[in-house]
């Protein structure tokens, strides 16, 4: 009896089943993607300079010139410096800061056959400062409150 060449042939059109059943928009194994790394999620006061930096994403395309769109996606106006690196993006955090809020920012790289996206969250808490103090000073944060 030959049964191996039925498990296989079973087992294939089992994969062929699964992946045209499960959305049809995930890459499987044997597609070329891109993936987006937008960094690790940080922490920061108001009125703070801060580099996002998305040049750990990658292609499998090795020939392939990735480009990147950064986009504020959530929380209030961060101020956006341009920089050399189109993988990176320069944020001064807003400066009327009140409470602790979050920033969310959006990597999207594409490969031009692939398009990827990942986030990251900046936590910006309130620098605070006593009467008299020169700005920049600060006694207290509200992280933790």
């Known amino acids: 009896m030959h049964y191996f060449p039925t498990k296989i042939l079973a087992a294939s059109l089992a994969t062929t089943?699964?992946?045209?059943?499960?959305?049809?928009?995930?890459?499987?194994?044997?597609e070329?993607?891109?993936i987006a790394i937008a960094g690790d999620d940080q922490s920061a006061?108001?009125?703070?300079y801060i580099l996002l930096d998305g040049s750990r994403s990658a292609s499998q395309i090795s020939s392939s010139a990735i480009t990147y769109n950064?986009?504020?996606?959530?929380g209030p106006d961060?101020?956006?410096l341009k920089?050399?690196?189109?993988?990176?993006?320069?944020?001064?955090?807003?400066?009327?800061?009140t409470a602790n809020t979050t920033l969310t920012f959006e990597l999207t790289v594409d490969?031009?056959?692939n398009i990827n996206t990942d986030?990251?969250?900046?936590?910006?808490?309130?620098?605070?400062?006593e009467p008299g103090v020169i700005f920049g000073d600060c006694v207290g944060t509200g992280f933790g409150a």
């Open 17 to 30: 089943l699964l992946s045209a059943c499960a959305g049809g928009d995930k890459p499987t194994p044997n």
């Open 32 to 34: 070329q993607t891109v």
């Open 45 to 48: 006061l108001n009125s703070q």
């Open 70 to 74: 950064w986009a504020q996606i959530s």
């Open 78 to 80: 961060a101020v956006i």
């Open 83 to 97: 920089t050399d690196d189109d993988a990176q993006l320069a944020i001064i955090t807003p400066a009327d800061i």
């Open 111 to 113: 490969d031009g056959s």
């Open 119 to 129: 986030t990251v969250d900046i936590e910006v808490a309130p620098c605070i400062s």
